[in-house]
Nanobody
Framework: QVQLVESGGGLVRAGGSLRLSCAAS????????MGWYRQAPGNQRELVAR???????NYADSVKGRFTISKDDAKIAVYLQMNRLKPEDTAVYYC???????????????WGQGTQVTVSS
């Protein structure tokens, strides 16, 4: 079983910063990508940022230049540094991992429980 545990959400004023963390644990053989998605009320879940095993990154256009994704392979963790936050960044942020739990298995998607980020104007 794989678990993703997020932390770091909260309430911040526009222009402020937050750092989200996500640690993976359990049966993990190999990780393809880890990333962050978000879902605001009434909206679909959308990709915020993703990082591959090799370190390549991609970002939603709305966060480019403000958010930075990074990872720590030794800790099996992924981070999202969010700067210059805007009210429209308000959402529940979910950690995601695309991984193979054991040698020879398929890749599976796993999700964290979500952490609320609220940006006040």
């Amino acid at each position: 079983q794989v678990q993703l545990v997020e932390s770091g959400g909260g309430l911040v004023r526009a222009g402020g910063s937050l750092r989200l963390s996500c640690a993976a644990s359990g049966t993990i053989f190999s990780i393809n990508t880890m990333g962050w998605y978000r879902q605001a009320p009434g909206n679909q879940r959308e990709l915020v940022a993703r990082i591959t095993n090799g370190g390549s990154t991609n970002y939603a256009d709305s966060v480019k230049g403000r958010f930075t994704i990074s990872k720590d392979d030794a800790k099996i963790a992924v981070y999202l540094q969010m700067n210059r936050l805007k009210p429209e960044d308000t959402a529940v942020y979910y950690c995601n991992a695309d991984l193979a739990p054991w040698h020879g298995s398929s890749w599976y998607d796993y999700w964290g429980q979500g952490t609320q980020v609220t940006v006040s104007s």
